[in-house]
């Protein structure tokens, strides 16, 4: 999903383990997951079960999978992955981490994969942790510089660049070095400073914001066409909300899942499961920060994202964003999406032009 195996693979590393780093998401790993998935399963669900089989075909001894107590089918992956690898001759190389019990959910889990020692559980703790923040930063300077760049793809071969260097860094002392090497590679990228620049927000389901196979890359496409991204769901947001305690979090900064009942109110009262409270609220709080629009991502069907769809046309009434939702599954054509986007893209640039004239006029 994303970057994460950097912060995954060291805290393994750090734990005296061998972290065994599967080929990214592909054709043939949603093939694969595709395969021995129920029909009306979500995309996740078949790009998990994907990534795992061509671990263990790899040579694994062990895949781990996080487990959700909400109403979500998150919860319901684990047991049915354990199934599905158990038929396919894999019985025990699978193991759950109760990822929304915190630091003692962790710890559980380093303690069954045989790290007892708390100092190491410290350690790892700390490294996999600022590993997180440091990837999320560098996503953001890559943001920054994708919407600017005068030759395309020049910003993220830098980031991959210090994607690399982030991974390879096996203390915090290191990591702080390898953090600022590849902040000032990134920044490297000649850019246009003229280019008209428009902002979105990126929300819906987490794992399809975060990952790049299965949203199609979505930032590197808006990037070509000069739209800098915000991903309203990030992993550090996720180890604000889920992990880190209250007492080490900064006073009066209000995490995303905090945030997201208030401004989610008038459309929204409560949980309805997968990440739907927040996706509301964070239609709000773009149209509040006036950003020039917002592109909420969901698997297909998926029920929680359905629902805030069809929440979308109410909000209308009060908000002044433009919406444009991307349904994806393994059916996804490129070309119908990417019209749909630089459709989108017009749109927004035509309604920043008629905002500068109605100013302009004043």
């Not at 021995?36 to 895949?63: H, T």
């Not at 020692?117 to 920054?144: A, Q, R, Y």
């Not at 390879?168 to 702080?176: G, K, Q, V, W």
């Not at 305690?245 to 409560?270: D, F, G, I, Q």
Request: net charge positive; charged share 30%.
């Amino acid at each position: 999903m994303g970057t994460i195996y950097v912060a995954w693979g060291t805290a393994l590393r750090k734990m005296g383990l061998e972290p065994f780093i599967p080929p990214y998401s592909s054709k043939r790993t949603l093939s694969l997951g595709a395969k021995y998935s129920p029909e009306a399963i979500c995309l996740p669900y078949k790009l998990i079960l994907g990534n795992f089989i061509e671990a263990l075909q790899g040579g694994a001894d062990m895949v781990a999978m996080i487990s959700s107590p909400g109403i979500c089918r998150l919860g319901e992956y684990g047991q049915s992955i354990k199934n599905v690898l158990k038929e396919l001759g894999y019985e025990d190389k699978y193991i759950e981490l109760q990822l929304y019990d915190g630091f003692a959910g962790m710890w559980r889990f380093m303690n069954e994969l045989g790290v007892t020692n708390p100092i190491t559980i410290i350690n790892v703790l700390i490294i996999g942790v600022n590993k997180v923040f440091t990837m999320d930063k560098l996503e953001k300077v890559l943001s920054f510089y994708r919407a600017r760049e005068i030759t395309p793809g020049t910003a993220e071969k830098a980031f991959n660049k210090g994607t690399k260097w982030v991974y390879e860094a096996d203390t915090l002392r290191e990591l702080r070095k390898a953090e600022k090497r590849a902040v000032e590679e990134i920044r490297k990228t000649p850019i246009d400073k003229n280019r008209d620049i428009l902002y979105v927000d990126i929300t819906g389901e987490i794992y399809l914001v975060l990952d790049y196979f299965s949203n199609q890359n979505v930032l590197r496409e808006l990037g070509k066409m000069g739209v800098q991204t915000r991903r309203s769901l990030t992993v550090s947001g996720f180890l604000r909300d889920a992990i880190i305690p209250k007492w080490m979090k900064k006073k009066n900064l209000e995490t995303h899942l905090e945030r997201a009942p208030k401004l989610a109110r008038p459309w929204l009262k409560r949980d309805i499961g997968g990440d739907a409270l927040e996706v509301i609220s964070d239609v709000h709080f773009a149209n509040r920060q006036k950003k020039d629009g917002i592109i909420h991502i969901s698997p297909f069907t998926c029920m929680p994202e359905i629902m805030s769809q069809n929440i979308f046309p109410k909000m209308r009434e009060n908000v002044d964003i433009p919406i444009l939702p991307l349904i994806m599954d393994e059916q996804t054509g490129k070309a119908g999406y990417l019209t749909r986007l630089e459709a989108f893209v017009d749109l927004m640039r035509r309604k920043k032009r008629k905002r500068e004239m109605e100013l302009k006029n004043k």
